[in-house]
Nanobody, 125 residues
């Protein structure tokens, strides 16, 4: 199994910063892509940013420049540095992992995409 655990959420004033972390654990060989998504109350879950194991990043256009995604492959951990936060950034932030490869019965097998439980980010005005 593969588990993702987010941390670092909380309450921050507008203009402030937060750093989220997502730690992957379990029996896997590699994770091709990890990403952050968010879901505000009454809205659909949306992409924040993704990063591949090679460090290729992709951001939601509206967040580019304020948010920075990074990844420590050696520690199986991903980060999201959020700056100049706005009240509209308030949401539950979810970590996602795709392209997971596990060793099963002596062979390499793909594993379904995994989601973390989410961490709440609240930005007050």
């Amino acid at each position: 199994q593969v588990q993702l655990v987010e941390s670092g959420g909380g309450l921050v004033q507008a203009g402030g910063s937060l750093r989220l972390s997502c730690a992957a654990s379990g029996s896997f060989v590699s994770i091709r892509s990890m990403g952050w998504y968010r879901q505000a109350p009454g809205k659909q879950r949306e992409l924040v940013a993704t990063i591949t194991s090679d460090g290729i990043t992709n951001y939601a256009d509206s967040l580019r420049g304020r948010f920075t995604i990074s990844r420590d492959n050696a520690k199986n951990t991903m980060f999201l540095q959020m700056g100049s936060l706005k009240p509209e950034d308030t949401a539950v932030y979810y970590c996602n992992a795709e392209g997971i490869i596990r060793i099963v019965s002596g062979g390499l097998r793909p594993h379904p995409s995994v989601w973390g439980q989410g961490t709440q980010v609240t930005v007050s005005s």
